[in-house]
């Protein structure tokens, strides 16, 4: 996942904050998501919503990372959903069985409706 400091702020009923991730999910490149997913709960939104659109893999490590930014947020009483994963990354979720805890959408739209 490349740093990009690039986010999306959208209400869809509260406050919702999109971070958009690049790259590859992995040791190299948790700390970094975490950081960001911190600082957006920080800032009073309600939901956050990570944009796998530009995601090409995700390992472990990332994995454990994604489970990590859940818990913290559910223990904030706010919610983390993921959006526009490809079939690969799709498949570890459903998998895992985290795709009955992580609420996980085909695209930006559906999370709206």
């Given amino acids: ?3 990009k400091k690039k986010t999306q702020k959208k209400i869809v009923e509260g406050n919702v904050r999109v971070l958009n ?8 490149t948790v700390e970094s998501l ?4 911190d600082e957006a709960a920080r800032e009073n939104d ?3 919503i990570l944009n796998f659109e530009s995601v090409e893999n ?4 990332g994995l454990g990372a994604i489970i990590s930014c859940y818990v913290t947020l559910h223990r904030m009483k706010k919610k983390l ?3 526009n994963l490809n079939e690969k990354i799709k498949m570890i979720f ?3 069985h985290l795709a009955k805890v992580i609420d996980i ?4 739209e559906e999370v709206a409706a």
Avoid: A, H, P, Q
């Fill in 105 to 108: 959408y085909d695209n930006l």
């Fill in 34 to 37: 975490k950081k960001r997913v």
């Fill in 1 to 3: 996942m490349k740093k």
């Fill in 58 to 61: 995700v390992d472990s490590s």
């Fill in 94 to 96: 459903f998998y895992t």
């Fill in 81 to 83: 959903s993921l959006v």
């Fill in 46 to 48: 309600d939901e956050i």
């Fill in 21 to 28: 991730l690049w790259g590859s999910l992995t040791v190299s």
